[in-house]
């Protein structure tokens, strides 16, 4: 099928996934760091124990493999669905919390274990079974549901929160979620074009699974996740709270949350075209180790608006390409077989890399109550996982198939 054609006959799914991924655990994503100010203010939690939100991911870490080969044996709609009801009913929980930071970390977990379905572990196990010439621009359109998601409800939800209140913000969240919901899973059912589903899933033995995780192409993609994801918390819960230690004022650090999900969507448009024209271990260290600037622009603490703006602008266009990037080098080393059970291992390094990062700002903030530190190390991280990435293009993967081999699975 042509390039333009993937598109007319699959354009139902890639919808029902836009829609998707932007209204399911990307929500807690990209707005957890508006509602940061006023729950630290409301309960008095040190910045210090917020920053422990992201070192949740390493518990629920160890079964996002596990979500994979769920999605892989009972399809995306069924993961979808259970996804979007635990995004829902954990943002009503956040609404009611009474103030025990324990609480709110319950909370999380539950809601992430489950919400794990609506991200990209389950989409783009729909937009890799059906596309192939249009992959990375198919791939890096799905992606951007999400940073438009946060670019649009960003400032949407941080008037809500000054105007009525952070518990207000949570409910409107549970809202979005649950129709962006409805609609995915009403959306994908309606695309019978692709046979993959339909045919018997090859398993993956203990054998394979244990070459490949001796393989060096799957290790240096998953390693390279890990690394890069480090500075993960600086956008999932700390981007205004960082800005605004810059000096800045609230309405334009709330302004600069939105202006990061405008540079994802930049970045995962631009890279995404690229993966489809040039070798993606290319693209990964042209755009992986860009965060890498904007990191040592924060860090130097500087007084001027534009130029703490670019550096988000930066962070955010970098960062766009990490999905795009890791899905398409899965499915084009590895096939489709056992795709979402490939991806959860490098979803789980992805979360991993942001739990550890956690940890990390979690200490230095209490030691130093700056975020300098963290910056100089997220600097370091970023360009060693970009390395990663770009190592991957020398040499043949062990379990590569080919083109036949992969859509005959």
């Not at 941080?158 to 207000?168: F, K, N, Y």
Request: aromatic share 10%.
């Amino acid at each position: 099928m042509s390039y333009f054609g993937e598109f007319r006959v699959n354009w139902r799914s890639l919808l029902a996934t836009f829609i998707g991924i932007a209204t399911g655990s990307t929500l807690a994503h990209y707005t957890m760091s508006l509602f940061a100010p006023e729950l630290i203010a409301a309960f008095g939690w040190s910045k210090a124990q917020f920053a422990l939100v992201g070192s949740l991911p390493m518990i629920t870490v160890l079964l996002v493999p596990f979500a994979g080969r769920f999605t892989d044996r009972f399809g995306a709609r069924i993961a979808g669905t259970l996804g979007f009801i635990a995004m829902s009913l954990g943002f009503l929980a956040f609404s009611a919390m009474s103030g025990n930071i324990a609480e709110f970390f319950a909370i999380w977990v539950m809601q992430h274990i489950f919400g794990m379905l609506t991200t990209s572990l389950v989409f783009t196990r729909v937009i890799v079974e059906r596309f192939d010439n249009a992959r990375g621009t198919a791939l890096s359109i799905l992606m951007i549901g999400a940073p438009a998601s946060g670019a649009v409800v960003a400032p949407l939800l941080g008037g809500l929160i000054a105007a009525e209140g952070w518990r207000a913000g949570f409910v409107a969240l549970a809202v979005v979620s649950a129709i962006g919901g409805l609609l995915c899973i009403t959306l994908m059912g309606g695309n019978k074009k692709c046979a993959v589903d339909q045919k018997p899933r090859v398993r993956l033995t203990r054998v394979e699974l244990l070459s490949l995780v001796r393989n060096r192409t799957f290790l240096l993609i998953v390693g390279g996740m890990f690394l890069i994801n480090i500075p993960q918390v600086f956008a999932s819960s700390q981007l205004k709270l960082i800005v605004l230690a810059n000096g800045v004022t609230d309405q334009i650090a709330t302004w600069m949350v939105s202006l990061y999900a405008i540079g994802v969507i930049v970045g995962r448009t631009t890279f995404g075209l690229a993966l489809d024209r040039v070798p993606a271990h290319v693209v990964a260290i042209c755009a992986l180790s860009l965060p890498a600037l904007g990191f040592l622009i924060l860090a130097a603490h500087v007084d001027m608006t534009w130029l703490l703006a670019a550096g988000v602008l930066v962070i955010g266009i970098a960062q766009g390409a990490e999905g795009d990037v890791g899905a398409y080098m899965i499915s084009r080393h590895f096939g489709l077989k056992n795709y979402s059970l490939l991806f959860g291992f490098v979803k789980a390094g992805l979360d991993a890399g942001g739990a550890v990062g956690s940890l990390i700002l979690s200490y230095t903030l209490h030691v130093t109550d700056s975020y300098g530190t963290f910056l100089l190390l997220s600097t370091a991280t970023t360009i060693i996982g970009a390395v990663c990435f770009f190592l991957t293009g020398i040499g043949r993967p062990v379990f590569q198939e080919t083109l036949h081999e992969a859509k005959s699975t």
